[in-house]
DNA sequence: CAGTTGACAGTCC
DNA sequence: GGGACTGCCAACT
């Protein structure tokens, strides 16, 4: 490794995935963002690309909180992220049928939505 | 160095 | 209201 990473001193102090772990960990109790807002604090519009940190650091940071624009949790988490989303009384959003699935529910982005400074 | 993949977003039908 | 296509950005092979 002749240097793979040089420190130079123009450089930001955290790599993309650094900052979005900074993001989401800054994100309140009972409150979610969606990947484009992280993506845009960011200065980014990468939203996948924030996706992609969550899937690979994602497990040091909460998340649950970070969920889709249309209030969905991540893809194969829904279970998961319903559990947390109860313990911290995030806002729901459930179909008025019973019938319908526990994992079919949606956030309440007009309420759960928290807007960084 | 280029191609492919991926916890997405926005717009059109 | 829901489904399909395209665009964007970052990490991996």
């Known amino acids: 490794m002749t240097g793979r990473r040089m420190p130079s001193a123009g450089e930001p102090p955290l790599d993309f995935g650094g900052a979005v772990l900074l993001i989401v960990d800054a994100i309140p109790r009972g409150r979610v963002m969606t990947y484009g807002d992280v993506a845009a604090e960011l ?4 939203a996948r690309a924030v996706g992609h940190v969550m899937a690979t650091e ?3 940071v909460p998340w649950w909180r970070v969920v889709r624009a249309d209030g969905r949790p991540p893809a194969g988490h829904e279970a998961e992220a319903l ?3 109860r313990a911290e009384a995030t806002p729901l959003r459930r179909g008025g049928g019973v019938d319908h699935a526990e994992l079919d529910y949606r956030l309440d982005l007009a309420a759960a939505r928290h807007l960084p400074a």
């Open 43 to 46: 200065g980014s519009r990468g």
């Open 58 to 60: 994602g497990s040091s």
């Open 83 to 85: 559990a947390h989303y």
